[in-house]
């Protein structure tokens, strides 16, 4: 799924496919949730005056991120998964045995799988973001006739199916599917009644769309909301710069509309900051690393810096004008 705004265009045919490029790759596709690009801008001037290049986020943040889990989602510029967009967690790699644990004997090992089998069948009572594949006809039929084991089984109520993503069977079933599309059993007339059902403002009232879903509300900056809880859940994104820049939009010409940008951004993330959405203390339960983390903490925290920034600034004009140095006399 790409994601633009209305004010950018595609200035570069290939990049959708250099994105699909990390998305189907065997090792590391299943784990990405979203292909980032970075923003580019028609109309500035050869000085940037209005610092609309955002050189050192673009050019030095978002790559330094790329080696932990990822950028963050910058709202324009992006390829996502769709299996992240549904709200599922990404699947779990095996982790490789150890040199130590390959010199153990069989009887510790098979006691571990053992114990490891248990602790997973324990887990996935409480687990709700595996990623079956069904059609449309299973879930019609509901849970008592579908037969599926455990894992798969653990989204079969069409209740809890319905609360999620709404009361479209046909959609449903395609959220369901591991590679999407639509019921092969369904007509072309069903499928567009469906279609002008899902596209309904009203179809997402009473489902997880906007919470779990989805692109997340309640916060001007959305869009930085929306990729932590990706990352949260464990997904890992990617940084993709070609030469010739992807997309392109239109930047700020004056300095009242960059200053009303710039204040929405930092009303946004400070928005996030005194949220439950905060990173300072959410998502410990999920996957989301260390450095992610911090990541995420300067990016909501980063509008207070202007207060210590402003002292800073203010002083030396107040010393010229009182004669008297910051620093006392020895």
Known sequence: MLNLDCDHYINNSKAVREAMCFLMDPNLGPQVCYVQFPQRFDGIDRNDRYANRNTVFFDINLRGLDGIQGPVYVGTGCVFNRTAIYGYEPPIKAKKPGFLASLC???????????????KKKSNKHVDSSVPVFNLEDIEEGVEGAGFDDEKSVL??????????????????????????????????????????????GYEDKSEWGTEIG????????????????HARGWRSVYCMPKRPAFKGSAPINLSDRLNQVLRWALGSVEILFSRHC?????????????????????TIYPLTSLPLLVYCILPAICLLTGKFIMPEV
């Open 105 to 119: 004997g069989g009887k510790k090992k098979t006691s571990k799988s053992k114990k490891r089998s248990s602790d």
């Open 156 to 201: 079969m109520s069409q209740m809890s199916l319905e609360k999620r993503f709404g009361q479209s069977a046909a959609f449903v079933a395609s959220t369901l599917m591991e590679y999407g599309g639509v019921p092969q059993s369904s007509t072309p007339e069903s499928l567009l009644k469906e279609a002008i059902h899902v596209i309904s403002c």
């Open 215 to 230: 692109w997340i509300y309640g916060s001007v900056t959305e869009d930085i909301l929306t990729g932590f809880k990706m």
């Open 279 to 299: 990173p300072l203390w959410y998502g410990y339960g999920g996957r989301l690393k260390f450095l992610e983390r911090f990541a995420y903490i300067n990016t």
